[in-house]
């Protein structure tokens, strides 16, 4: 016999929603179906091996308070809002795989009148004026008899913000990660004018519960709960961490390169796990000592504008007499490392 759970989150936090989902996911009892459905605020979401300087820019959401949140699945990176419902299908039943929660998602679409269609491995498609579209990309895990499949649906996203943070600035990066293949999407408020979370989370609900033949009561999943269970509140604290959302990223390397009045700078970094594990400076100054100093200050040190600042702060004490020239080479790092 198999028992159900519907949890609905009451946070729009994507650092709790995706604790939540990996803490259900490892403490799921066996012979347990559950639907989770929930909502992120201003994020981008990368994959667990994908490089976040590589996928989006980082610059830009830094300065309008995007959320960066690394999963722990694999696939692409997506930017969430409020217009984007996502759903998490976990079970520890023997028979269930993806084309389960898949066709829960389609009948649940076709419930609130929406006909669309698989494509691919994991993408939602619907038909359009324009031609077939994108309205859902989703990612499949299975381990030790526990089975997990999540993704998104797209129903009012700000498709400029979604071009606009997942267009990282040009850098000379070189890197082994996973780069995000975009393809053309739509929102389903173009099918369907007015269309909402709880109306989708409604033929969700309808579809699973038909799907299994048997209906439960919603559970309403919130922090303050949560934050009181030891075991969530560790996984809570990775996924909030620098360390995993930008420090897991896979190595690469970063040329960048300017002209000053005094001369040019170029500045080669290696990154590793975050940190920049070899730094070196190539300069046609007339006094080079300082900026040959600051590449071994570099190493070792996160790769981000805070550290960046706080290093460079530290060497411009150590030449007063450079005060102007160090100044614009420490803001122009700490504008094109970020």
Not at 202 to 220: C, D, N, R, S, W
Not at 311 to 327: A, D, G
């Amino acid at each position: 016999m198999c028992s159900l759970r519907l949890l609905l989150s009451d946070s729009y936090d994507p650092w709790f929603n995706l604790s939540l989902e990996e803490y259900i996911f490892q403490n799921i009892p066996k012979k347990q179906s559950i639907l989770f459905l929930w909502r992120n605020q201003n994020t981008v979401v990368i994959g667990r091996s994908q490089n976040a300087w590589k996928e989006c820019n980082t610059r830009r959401m830094e300065r309008d308070g995007i959320k960066l949140a690394r999963r722990n699945s694999g696939g692409g990176a997506v930017f969430h809002d409020l217009g984007n419902t996502c759903f998490t299908f976990i079970s520890t039943q023997e028979h269930y795989d993806k084309s389960v929660s898949f066709n829960i998602i389609l009948n649940g679409l076709n419930y609130i009148g929406i006909q669309a269609i698989i494509s691919g491995r994991n993408d939602i498609v619907i038909h359009t004026e324009n031609g077939e579209r994108k309205i859902s990309g989703s990612a499949y895990r299975e381990a030790f008899g526990r089975k997990f499949h999540h993704g998104t649906l797209l129903l009012h996203v700000d498709i400029d913000k979604l071009t606009y943070y997942l267009n990282p600035d040009f850098k000379k990066l070189k890197t082994k990660g996973i780069t995000s293949i975009r393809s053309r999407v739509a929102n389903l408020n173009e099918l369907k004018p007015g269309i909402n979370h709880q109306e989708v989370c409604l033929g969700l609900t309808e579809a699973f519960f038909q799907h299994y033949g048997m209906k439960v009561k919603p559970e309403i999943l919130s922090m303050d709960n949560f934050c009181k269970i030891p075991d969530f509140f560790k996984q809570f604290n990775k996924q909030s961490d620098w360390n995993w959302n930008f420090g897991s990223a896979p190595a690469f390397t970063h040329q960048l390169d300017t002209r000053f009045d005094w001369g040019s700078v170029t500045l080669h970094c290696d990154i590793k796990h975050g940190i920049i594990q070899r730094s070196h400076i190539f300069t046609d100054s007339l006094d080079p000592d300082p900026l040959e100093i600051l590449a071994t200050k570099l190493v070792g040190i996160p790769y981000n504008d805070k550290s960046i600042l706080c290093c460079c702060t530290e060497w411009m004490q150590s030449w007063p007499q450079y005060k102007k020239e160090l100044s614009e080479v420490s803001n122009w790092l700490i504008k094109t490392i970020s």
